[in-house]
């Protein structure tokens, strides 16, 4: 709320104060007892205004003091003291203006609210009583149909409701408090009456025919429901509600051609976008349609693009169906067309990432990452994957810049360790090996068991030939936590290869090529071993494996070239 509203607000509460008690002050104390009250009483206004609670308690109760029977200086007192979670004695005071003045609607609409804040329900449906008869505001009768259903007398709630419905006519809003009163009830017939009454009210509204088949169809009159919804699209054949309403009953029934259609119906019509979301949403994962689900989806989709050009949710689902399909640059081109519709969806931009991510195009990644960044600024994620990006295209820089940012923004513990555990990873490769140690230790200091960071963390030592006992210690801690990670064994037999431990480095080595046998480097680390042991035909051969598998680096053609580990 702006200043300016708030300041309009309370002069508004203080003008009605000041109002009432101008009407009600009128000869009803002596001269000098009126001026000693309205000194007080101003005051108690002035203190008010600026929020100085106390002082303003202690001049209403002081003007109390030369005109007790003043009801706006009780209705003060009392919202100073709600001001002040003074509860019980702002409602003594409230009940005190209530009974001196109980046509003022303020002083009803305040006691009402401190005694439903107190769960006093049988005292504020008295005020209900009262102030309904003392006033024409609808409002109390409203408050005291809810305090009956509250309080589990719904019969009163009803009769209650047929007053208000007196006196301002048929309405939706009562007509249907009314309805979900009989349902609680399990008073079918008297539901079903008050839905007929709006269609009898409203001809025109083909929205009060659907709740009468809805109401129909949840308690088992099928046969009634599907005749109200038939009859709504001989009216209305693109009517949404009714459509879809249509296509949940057929898919009950396993009619999969006809809820095809009034999907079909659904999609082509007016319907608020977010309906057909919550469909697709549901329909979709299903695999209800068996062998053409995907086609029958993909219609649907369609339909629902062609219908709604501007809403990005049709291309969320196409870039989902995509995705099942594992055509990732289909998937990601879908998703992009949802961010020109509404480039504010967070979850387009995480399938696109995705999508990057499985296509290897770090390039695609790093800039779509910097749109992220520009849209949603404090969004731990995007810094993440920025960073992975540019290390991958070796822009080593900003990787560090990024990996550093997005800690910033970790939202919780575990998001903090991950982001900590990436810059570790980052700044080893920008060369930044205080840093990359820095940020390890303090992953570690949060969370000694994380296997993930123990792995890397040693690996990285075992790289620079750094530490290695300590390399070794939390490797071996690592396989303890995740035996059947195969990065795990392999870092560990590299660690035991650095130490010249070479035939219980073969051992590990061998292991992790068993869980992931068409790992280049792991290969390569093994041809490493063999060499040292004196297998030399042996290594050339996993040096040559790991070189068709895709490692790529000069060190390995060198090996290839000189038969030899130089």
């Known amino acids: 709320m702006h200043v300016i509203k708030k300041v309009l607000l309370a002069s508004l509460g203080c003008l009605i104060g000041l109002l009432t008690y101008a009407q009600q002050n009128k000869g009803k104390i002596g001269e000098r007892q009126r001026m000693d009250f309205d000194k007080h009483f101003f005051g108690g206004m002035k203190e008010k205004m600026v929020k100085n609670f106390d002082e303003a308690e202690t001049e209403f109760r002081a003007a109390i003091n030369f005109d007790p029977n003043n009801a706006a200086v009780h209705y003060q007192l009392a919202t100073i003291l709600l001001a002040q979670k003074k509860n019980s004695e702002a409602i003594f005071e409230a009940s005190r203006a209530f009974n001196l003045d109980p046509i003022n609607e303020w002083y009803s609409k305040l006691l009402l609210e401190l005694y439903k804040n107190d769960k006093q329900y049988d005292e504020a449906i008295k005020v209900c009583e009262i102030a309904s008869k003392n006033t024409s505001d609808l409002h109390f009768l409203f408050e ?78 099928e046969k009634e429901a599907v005749a109200i919804y038939n009859k709504i699209q001989k009216d209305d054949i693109l009517n949404g509600f009714a459509a879809f309403s249509l296509a949940e009953y057929y898919q009950q029934i396993n009619d999969t051609a006809n809820c095809f259609n009034q999907l079909v119906l659904g999609m082509r019509s007016s319907i608020e976008p977010r309906m057909k979301l919550q469909v697709l949403a549901k329909l979709i994962p299903s695999n209800y349609f068996g062998e053409t689900h995907p086609n029958k989806c993909k219609v649907l989709v369609d339909e629902f693009a062609n219908t709604n050009p501007d809403a990005s949710e049709p291309y969320i689902f196409k870039g989902d169906l995509a995705l099942q399909n594992r055509d990732f640059e ?4 879908q998703y992009l067309l949802s961010t020109t519709r509404s480039n504010s969806n967070l979850l387009a931009w995480d399938q696109i990432l995705f999508c990057d991510q499985q296509l290897g195009r770090y390039d695609y990644m790093k800039e779509d990452c910097e749109k992220v960044m520009e849209l949603y600024p404090t969004y731990p994620m995007a810094y993440l994957f920025h960073s992975i990006a540019c290390r991958q295209l ?49 992953v570690l200091a949060l969370d000694p068991n994380n296997s993930l960071a123990l792995n890397n963390y040693a690996y990285f030592l075992s790289l620079r030939s750094a530490d290695l006992d300590k390399a070794e210690s939390m490797s071996k801690r690592s396989i303890e936590l995740d035996p059947n990670n195969s990065s795990n064994l ?60 895709g490692a790529n680096s000069n060190a390995l053609d060198q090996k290839i070239k000189s038969k030899k580990l130089l």
């Open 394 to 442: 070796k822009e080593y820089k900003l990787a560090l810049n990024s990996a550093q940012t997005g800690i910033k923004y970790a939202e919780d513990e575990a998001s903090l360790i991950q982001m900590l555990s990436n810059l570790g990873d980052i700044a080893h490769y920008a060369n930044n090996f205080t840093l990359s140690d820095s940020a390890f230790e303090s």
């Open 144 to 221: 005291q149909s809810g305090l009956y259903i509250l309080t589990g007398k719904s019969s009163k709630a009803i009769l209650v409701l047929n007053k208000i419905e007196k006196q301002q006519g048929i309405t939706e809003l009562v007509c249907r408090q009314k309805e979900e009163i009989f349902i609680s009830q399990n008073n079918l017939n008297g539901a079903t009456k008050e839905i007929q009454k709006l269609i009898n009210a409203f001809p025109d509204q083909l929205q009060y025919q659907g709740l009468l088949a809805d109401l129909y169809m949840a308690n088992k009159k």
């Open 490 to 549: 392999d870092t560990y037999g590299w660690i035991l290869f650095q130490k010249k431990k070479y035939q219980d480095a073969k051992i590990y080595i061998e292991k992790s090529l068993a869980i992931t046998p068409q790992n280049a480097e792991v290969l390569e680390h093994l041809g490493d071993v063999l060499f040292m042991l004196g297998k030399n035909e042996q290594a050339l051969e996993r040096w040559q494996e790991a070189k068709v598998l």
């Open 330 to 333: 289909e998937a990601r081109t």
